[in-house]
C-alpha cells in the first residue's frame, strides 16, 4: 500500500499546510479565480509550493490533479474555555483527558480550537497526531503519537479494533430494559447530514451497554461506528443527557458549554506494539461535573 509523502511545507504554530488539487493551467491564476486576491498573494510571498517543495511563482503551470500546498488563513473560532490536562507522556506518546465540546482535530470550521493544534503549541510538539479520535462533544481518554515514524502502528491498534475502549454515559430517561443488553445494528452516516441512522441489513456496530444505576451506563464498544454509542442509546430509549443531535436535533450556539454531552471515554487498554507490555489509561474527569 502507497503512503502520503510528507507534506514539503513544515507545521506552523501548530497547523500544517493545506494539500489542495489543482485544475490545471497556470496556478496563480487558479488561486485567484478560486479563492480570490488574498490566495494569489501567497503566491507573490512565496508562501505556495508544489509537493516536492518547489515554489510557485505566476509563471508556474501544473497540469489537473497536481496538489500543491499552503498555509491557510484562519476562521475565527469561539475559543473553548477548558483545559487540556495530561495524563501520561513519554517520547513516544502524549495521553489527555480531552474537554467536552474540543474537536480532536481541524475540520471544517474547528481550526485552532482543536486538541491537536492546542497540544502541539503547548507542548512544542509539531509532528504530534491523533492515534484516534473522539467527537468533539465527548470527553475523556484521547491518546497521541508523539513521532511521525510511531503513527502507523499506534494507529494501527484502532484499526483493527485491538483497543479495549470503555466509555461511561448518564440518561435521565427511565430504562424499560433488563440490562446488560448487546447492541447490534447497521449505522449509516452520509456527508452533509447530522444524524447517523440505524438502516436494515448486516450488522456493522456493537455495543454492550451495561446498567451502573442512578442513570449511569458503562458502554463497550466493540466497533467504532461514528456516533455509534449515542445512536445505540437512543435506540434504547435512553439518549445522552446533554446530546443536541439524538434523539432530534436541537439548535445550540456555538458559544454556548452549559451543557455538556454527558458521555466520557473513561479507559483504554491495550498491548503496546513496539514493547508489548500492557497499557492502561484512565480518565479522571467526572460524569456529572460541569
Do not use: W
Not at 454531552?261 to 498491548?271: I, Q, T, V, Y
Request: aromatic share 6%.
Amino acid at each position: 500500500m502507497s503512503r502520503r509523502r510528507p507534506a514539503p511545507l513544515p507545521v506552523r504554530d501548530g497547523l500544517g499546510p493545506a494539500r489542495l488539487r489543482l485544475y490545471g493551467g497556470p496556478v496563480a491564476a487558479e488561486l485567484r479565480a478560486r479563492f480570490g486576491p488574498a490566495a494569489a498573494a501567497k503566491v507573490a510571498s512565496g508562501e505556495v509550493v508544489t509537493a516536492d517543495g518547489t515554489p510557485i511563482d505566476e509563471m508556474t503551470v501544473l497540469p489537473a490533479g497536481a496538489h500543491i500546498f499552503l498555509y491557510r488563513d484562519l476562521p475565527e473560532e469561539v475559543p473553548v474555555p477548558f483545559d487540556i490536562p495530561v495524563l501520561y507522556r513519554d517520547a513516544d506518546l502524549v495521553v489527555v483527558d480531552k474537554p467536552h465540546f474540543l474537536a480532536t482535530m481541524p475540520r471544517g470550521s474547528h481550526v485552532a480550537q482543536t486538541a491537536l493544534v492546542r497540544l502541539r503549541r503547548a507542548l512544542d510538539l509539531p509532528d504530534l497526531s491523533p492515534a484516534h479520535r473522539l467527537d468533539r462533544l465527548t470527553a475523556g481518554v484521547l491518546m497521541f503519537t508523539a513521532r511521525r515514524e510511531l503513527r502507523g502502528p499506534y494507529q494501527g491498534l484502532f484499526a483493527r479494533a485491538a483497543v479495549y475502549k470503555q466509555y461511561l454515559a448518564r440518561s435521565s430517561a427511565e430504562p424499560t430494559r433488563t440490562f446488560p443488553q448487546l447492541i447490534r445494528s447497521r449505522i449509516v452516516k452520509e456527508r452533509g447530514c447530522l444524524q447517523a441512522r440505524e438502516e436494515p441489513g448486516e450488522p456493522n456496530a456493537e455495543t454492550l451497554v451495561e446498567a451502573l444505576g442512578g442513570g449511569r451506563y458503562r458502554l463497550t464498544p466493540r466497533t467504532g461506528r461514528t456516533h455509534q454509542l449515542r445512536v445505540h442509546l437512543a435506540a434504547l430509549d435512553l439518549p445522552i443527557d446533554g446530546d443536541p443531535l439524538y434523539p432530534r436535533v436541537v439548535d445550540v450556539a456555538p458559544t454556548d458549554f452549559s451543557r455538556p454531552l454527558r458521555l466520557l471515554a473513561h479507559r483504554l487498554e491495550f498491548d503496546d506494539p513496539l514493547t508489548g507490555r500492557r497499557r492502561v489509561f484512565v480518565s479522571e474527569r467526572d460524569l456529572d461535573a460541569d
